[in-house]
């Protein structure tokens, strides 16, 4: 293969989820693209680390430079209510939803000593003092339902100092289309502890 | 999301297959990757299609510019023996066996009247003026066993006007590793036929 094709197909190949083979076919498909689809994909690619920043308040992501996110500076949205959740796709989760019209704060990860993330390593500090200054009403911890998001969400409901602050988790229980007969062991106990 | 990332996330999905949801996790992580990955990535991208081009010989590719490939240019390979390919992948599959060291000659796809495709879409005037002029002794037919390959192998076969040379084809069978019980009519039918 000419070398400048096999080096495209090596750096495609270095992308996750993104095996030889398909590295190959893509390589190709883009050999033969349309050239303004080649110049509006090298030129987001080049772009996307200076176009996109963490928001200063609640460290989503955004493209506005020095200045909050747009749902941080939406005052429609109800400034009583605080959403934490480990990852910035976790937010875009729920905003799709629709449901909830409250503020955001995104950790950055969860708390892993095992993986070597200590509170420190995440928007933990930052959390706090939202909280503090801030007057919520109510925190709710979407962290995710699996070790480190349980300890990501006692961490935080160890060191809110706002005694009034009503600390809610998202609900666990049995997904949605699921099976009863295939649930693991946990979902169900969940399932069952939490009925009603 | 972002628009710029959302930009982003669209043009990777426009990629043939990957999903919206790969896309998503392919954004995110060039978002992160190493700065120098993200400038070579995006550069290789936008220079793929200026790069790289066809061998005016056999019409492999080639990042030599108005040079034949190297395989054309190499004179340690046999003259004597020409292998007909439909496309450039086929030939890269075949050298990676190193079992044969003759040239090549890339049609460029296959007969197809269905699809639209004829013999003049292809290099087949190219293919007739090479065999006529350069003197091969055998001409191997290595278009894909299915019925556009056996359509091209077909009409080479028709229109090729040397009487002294071998024409060959590639030989049908059981596949290495495949059960009898599992192999479709044609299949089986070919290997009986091939016995030997």
Redesign the interface.
């Known amino acids: 293969?000419?070398?400048?094709?096999q080096?495209?197909v090596e750096?495609?190949s270095?992308?996750?989820?993104?095996g030889e083979k398909?590295a190959?076919?893509?390589?190709?498909?883009?050999?033969k693209?349309n050239?303004s689809?080649?110049?509006?994909?090298?030129?987001?690619?080049?772009?996307?680390?200076s176009?996109?920043r963490e928001c200063p308040v609640c460290f989503s992501?955004?493209?506005?430079s020095d200045r909050p996110?747009a749902i941080c500076e939406d005052h429609s949205r109800d400034g009583r209510s605080l959403c934490v959740v480990e990852d910035?796709?976790d937010l875009?989760s729920i905003e799709r939803l629709g449901i909830y019209k409250g503020r955001y704060h995104v950790l950055g990860g969860s708390v892993s000593p095992m993986h070597g993330r200590m509170p420190s390593d995440l928007h933990m500090k930052e959390l706090f003092e939202r909280v503090e200054k801030d007057g919520f009403e109510e925190l709710i911890l979407a962290t995710n339902p699996n070790i480190e998001g349980e300890a990501t969400s006692l961490y935080i409901k160890e060191n809110v100092k706002t005694p009034s602050i009503r600390i809610t988790r998202l609900s666990r229980g049995l997904p949605n289309a699921g099976f009863i007969e295939y649930a693991d062991d946990l979902t169900l106990i969940n399932a069952f502890r939490g009925r009603g």
Chains 1, 2 share one sequence.
């Open positions: 293969m000419p070398e400048s094709l080096k495209l750096l495609i270095y992308l996750p989820w993104i398909t190959t076919k893509l390589a190709f498909f883009l050999l693209a050239p689809f080649i110049r509006d994909l090298s030129d987001r690619i080049s772009r996307v680390q176009d996109i992501l955004t493209d506005r996110c910035y796709l875009v």
